[in-house]
């Protein structure tokens, strides 16, 4: 266990579905984030929270909706997707101010849209 | 351009020798520098950060020349082990929690 954990593992999906995805970090990190990673392309930045206040929203199409109550938990809202969403969802957090440790990503959520 | 580039391999290589990966990035104010590892259908892992001065961790000797805006990762004495896709990555202080940038990752494979 990495510390960051996000469920569901799997995820299949109509177009008309409404779901979510949930991840919680037992670091002690205040920055969480959400990144896409298809295959052949690089990880995309979705959002970043920092102290629970989002701070980035890398013109993400609205029918993703994250969510952040606290540090401690980050969801992320689908609904009306498309089957190019199809990707693995990670999710990650670190501390906000100096990054000598990078990011601790979660196993994330492989979500398949039919 | 990719603001951070890889070449994505494969590098197919025997057990035993030595595999160096480079990495180029755009962004000259990026202010920080990594090497994630990631097996497949796993997720990224933190594998080391990359100094100006050089630094080695075991077997990895990883890069930066700031100038020309360059990174790499030096393994030595490949096990089976070190196959996975290992991604540079760099970073930028927002204000508002970090914001790295991945690369699309340099796939190694270890061979008997």
């Known amino acids: 266990e990495t510390g960051v954990t996000q469920t569901p593992r799997h995820l299949v999906m109509g177009m008309t579905n409404k779901k979510s995805l949930k991840c919680e970090q037992h670091?002690?990190?205040?920055?969480m984030y959400w990144y896409k990673q298809s295959a052949k392309k690089p990880l995309e930045l979705m959002f970043v929270y920092n102290f629970k206040e989002q701070t980035e929203n890398n013109s993400v199409p609205s029918r993703f909706s994250p969510e952040c109550p606290n540090s401690s938990h980050l969801f992320l809202h689908l609904h009306t997707l498309q089957p190019e969403d199809s990707a693995l969802y990670l999710c990650a957090s670190s501390h906000s101010g100096g990054l000598d440790y990078g990011y601790t990503f979660g196993s994330g959520t492989r979500l398949t849209v039919v | 351009r990719k603001e951070v580039e890889q070449d994505p391999g494969p590098f197919n290589v025997p057990e035993g020798a030595t595999v160096a990966f480079n990495c180029t990035y755009s962004?000259?104010?990026?202010?920080?520098f990594f090497w994630y590892r990631q097996d497949c259908r796993k997720e990224p892992k933190l594998l080391m950060s990359?100094?100006?001065s050089g630094n080695e961790d075991g077997r990895f000797t990883a890069q930066l020349n700031r100038a020309s805006q360059y990174i790499s990762l030096l393994i030595r004495d490949s096990k089976l082990s070190d196959s996975a896709t290992y991604l540079c990555?760099?970073?930028?202080?927002?204000?508002?929690?970090?914001?790295?940038?991945f690369g699309t990752g340099t796939q190694l494979k270890v061979e008997l």
């Open positions: 962004n000259s104010a990026s202010q920080s």
């Open positions: 990359v100094y100006s």
């Open positions: 670091l002690g990190h205040n920055a």
């Open positions: 990555v760099t970073y930028i202080g927002t204000g508002g929690g970090n914001k790295l940038t």
